[in-house]
Nanobody, 116 residues
Framework: VQLVESGGGLVQPGGSLRLSCAASGFTFSSYAMSWYRQAPGKERELVAAIRSGGGTRNYADSVKGRFTISRDHDKNTVYLQMNSLKPEDTAVYYC??????????WGQGTQVTVSS
């Protein structure tokens, strides 16, 4: 199982980024996927989740209306579109599957820094 995140970077407040997570080693279309983030000195928190079929999506209150999670089964990739970014969104972002057989696997993460 491999999860490879990309797309992070430095962006000004109010800007946008799209994160990608390329998944391999399992039947991607069969599993729910999530994005987490961890800021310095803070615990890892769930940001967004999407069911295997893509029809049900959930978001943390702090990102509702600004972030959108999506998935592409042809590319085995889950995305996180982040708009109206705030300094408090600064963190390392990780993708993950909550399924029990995949729960031990995490990618290396991608750093998002929101600063002027």
């Amino acid at each position: 199982v491999q999860l490879v995140e990309s797309g992070g970077g430095l962006v000004q407040p109010g800007g946008s980024l799209r994160l990608s997570c390329a998944a391999s080693g399992f039947t991607f279309s069969s599993y729910a996927m999530s994005w987490y983030r961890q800021a310095p000195g803070k615990e890892r928190e769930l940001v967004a989740a999407i069911r295997s079929g893509g029809g049900t999506r959930n978001y943390a209150d702090s990102v509702k209306g600004r972030f959108t999670i999506s998935r592409d089964h042809d590319k085995n990739t889950v995305y996180l579109q982040m708009n109206s970014l705030k300094p408090e969104d600064t963190a390392v972002y990780y993708c993950h599957s909550p399924a029990p057989r995949l729960a031990a696997y995490w990618g290396q993460g991608t750093q998002v820094t929101v600063s002027s």
